[in-house]
Nanobody
Framework: QVQLVESGGGLVQAGGSLRLSCVASGRTFSSYTVAWFRQAPGKERKFVGA????????DYTDSVKGRFTVSRDNAKNTVYLQMDSLQPEDTAVYYC?????????????????WGQGTQVTVSS
């Protein structure tokens, strides 16, 4: 069982940056792929990026490539989402999610564990 808690959301102007954190419980965190999703009001939850077990492999959706970076510190049971050059269209609730093993998937249903989400609002 893994519990995930996100933090770091807030209000930022367009062009600004935020860093989200996802802290996990459990002793085998390094065995999980962790992904970030986001959900804007009235829209489906969409994949943002993910990081595999040791952190050497990351995946991103096209709209955030070059702007967002996913990293992890397994010693701290934490995954980060560094978001730079934020735009109003990045406004959403951001969720971290986890699944055991090396996973390459953008489908929310693949991930077994979810955090409660953190709101990111980008003003123009």
């Amino acid at each position: 069982q893994v519990q995930l808690v996100e933090s770091g959301g807030g209000l930022v102007q367009a062009g600004g940056s935020l860093r989200l954190s996802c802290v996990a419980s459990g002793r085998t965190f390094s065995s999980y792929t962790v992904a970030w999703f986001r959900q804007a009001p009235g829209k489906e939850r969409k994949f943002v990026g993910a990081i595999r077990l040791s952190g050497d492999i990351t995946d991103y959706t096209d709209s955030v490539k070059g702007r967002f970076t996913v990293s992890r510190d397994n010693a701290k049971n934490t995954v980060y989402l560094q978001m730079d050059s934020l735009q109003p269209e990045d406004t959403a609730v951001y969720y971290c999610a986890a699944r055991i093993g090396a996973v390459k998937s953008v489908v929310p249903g693949i991930y077994n564990y979810w955090g409660q989400g953190t709101q990111v609002t980008v003003s123009s």
